[in-house]
């Protein structure tokens, strides 16, 4: 009887559970794994790296297919599967893949990438250990200046003659909060308190694990043109050079119907409707009657959802109706 009760419930006879199952093997990606460890520089002293993953493309299929049950055996090829499930946002396939990145960021980009709760998170401790000696630096061709209609974005680079200005008092700065950071340690202050001046340039490192279905969403805000230039460095990498290993059927399906589509709003397909029907002025008087502009000539007003609708429409080669 103890013997019997040790037995896994599928193998022992006359058990409901008894049935004939497949040998399973782990999902694996030869092109993933030949970057295992390998780190991906950023910035000048950042990278990331992969540590751990689970499941690949035919790991999505083969959710999906448990989930969708025998509706989809009609869809003969994992593309043509993934592809669907990418188009309709059928996201919970995605959920069963999931991947463990070792990355070093300047702290103050990493406020911005975690911001993204839906991953776990193991970050480098400055209260148990040494703060990492290193802060991220700007070269003097890189200070950007504040954009005007985006309270959050930059537009344009300063003048070299106040770059070199700016990166030297960077360097100095670097310098003396280090410097003030050792004698705090070397003095026998505690770690979490002799941190507390210490640059939010300065470098930290984390384990990051996340499912690919979270990790796109991750991927479209962060590599976005407007998202801020230094996490968009690491969506890049992130993106380009570790999703697209791992899942490239997914990276295929992303970038055609997310990361390079454009969508529009209820208001924004009335513009078009009229648009295609040969009639400009009537495109004009719809974004008067939504508030996006005045009704007198030359004159407009600063309106986001106006600017993004022409970004959008620059993006398909349609003529702005009101220029």
């Known amino acids: 009887m103890l013997l019997l009760s040790a037995m896994p419930a599928c193998v022992m006879k006359g058990s409901p559970m008894e049935q004939n199952f497949e040998a399973i093997e782990r999902h694996q990606v030869t092109e993933l794994n030949r970057i295992l460890g390998q780190p991906f520089q950023v910035l000048d002293d950042g990278f990331v790296r992969v540590i751990d993953y689970m499941g690949a493309d035919s790991a999505i299929v083969q959710a999906a297919r448990v989930s969708y049950g025998a509706g989809t055996t009609r869809i003969r090829q994992d593309r043509t ?49 040494i703060a990492i000696d290193a802060a991220q630096s700007t070269k003097s061709g890189e200070w950007r200046l504040q954009a005007e209609k985006n309270r959050q974005g930059s537009d344009g680079t300063a003048e070299e003659t106040l770059g070199r200005r700016l990166s030297r008092q960077e360097q100095e700065l670097h310098s003396f909060a280090r410097q003030v950071y050792n004698e705090r340690i070397e003095a026998g202050i505690a770690r979490e308190q002799a941190r507390k001046d210490l640059p939010l340039s300065t470098y930290t490192e984390a384990y990051w694990k996340i499912d690919l279905s979270n990790l796109l969403h991750f991927l479209e805000l962060r590599m976005e043109e407007h998202a801020q230039s230094e996490i968009r460095q690491y969506a890049g990498i992130i993106g380009h050079e570790i999703v697209r290993r791992w899942v490239p059927i997914v990276w295929e399906a992303f970038q055609d119907y997310h990361a390079n589509a454009v969508t529009f709003s209820r208001q924004e397909q009335q513009i078009l409707a009229a648009l295609l029907k040969g009639s400009p002025e009537e495109a ?20 986001y959802e106006k600017l993004e609708f022409e970004e959008k429409l620059k993006k398909i080669g349609v003529v702005l109706p009101w220029k």
């Open 81 to 129: 599967l993934i592809r669907y499930l990418m188009r309709h946002r059928h996201t919970s396939p995605l959920e069963m893949c999931e991947i463990k990145l070792h990355i070093r960021v300047p702290m103050d980009c990493w406020r911005q990438w975690i911001r993204h709760r839906t991953a776990s998170v193991n970050e480098y401790s400055t209260r148990y250990s």
């Open 284 to 303: 004009r008087k719809i974004a008067i009657s939504l508030n996006w502009m005045s009704d007198e000539e030359g004159q407009s007003r600063i309106h």
